[in-house]
């Protein structure tokens, strides 16, 4: 592919585009990555589905957005050159904050693994008998560091993000988290589906803080069906969680470059993302 920008950045996912000064074009591929590692199969449609439903999504938490005094980055995902039409975004160029801002409402992953060994999300006290997939009593802020291509990210304290960016931007930060990941959560409820948790990624232009990067997608979020939400095993999901379980039973090391993904694989992981998309904003994937 060849676009008339310069390329900025080149992710697991994306590539970032510079367009001029003020704005930046971010182009989703239909790569996925999971455990660090960039698969080497590619999943279709993932990067336009990928791209529709964080448009969506920018458009349904510009309210919470603006309530806080905060913007998000969306420029147009129409105005973008017809070789990556559909699955691109012309955004705002940020200056990029350095926390990923993860929101749980509900425990799993990662999550589960800092609570089974201390009874807490590092500085976030749980209650006592929770299991895999428990409903936490309120949303909880469990921020991260923001690794480098083909590294971890690493949970971190909140002191940690304040020495990070500062005690108000801090705090900004984790009611904002909070407050969208609380609007997210009941748009997903009423769609059928638990959002239990996601992270957002923010930036800064002219002192104003700014959503951007995706927003509550299948490979950002763990999207499970609210009808068979059970808690004590790990859930049915519309992510990509199918994959990683896969990968897990595949008996790959995690440390060699990682295997082919098989075309029934394919296929489901690529029909939990359309089912996302579709079950959320009630549209037609086209």
Known sequence: ??????LVARGKVREVYAVDDDRLLLVASDRISAYDHVLPTPIPDKGRVLTALSVWWFEQLAPVLAEHGAAHHLVSATDVPAEVAGRA???RRLEMLPVECVARGYLSGSGT?????TGAILDVPLPAGLVEGSQLPEPVFTPSTKAELG??????????VVDAVGAERAE????LTLALYRRGAEIAHDAGIVLADTKFEFGTADGQLVLGDEVLTP???R??????WSPGAPQPSFDKQFVRDWLTTSGWDRVSPPPELPADVVAATRERYVTAYEKLTGQQFV
């Open 1 to 6: 592919m060849s676009l008339p920008f310069e």
């Open 89 to 91: 975004m012309l955004v």
């Open 113 to 117: 693994h800092l609570y089974q060994r």
């Open 151 to 160: 590294e971890h990210d690493e949970a971190i304290g909140f002191a940690q």
């Open 172 to 175: 900004a930060l984790r009611a």
């Open 219 to 221: 490979d950002s979020s």
């Open 223 to 228: 999207f499970w069906p609210a009808m068979t």
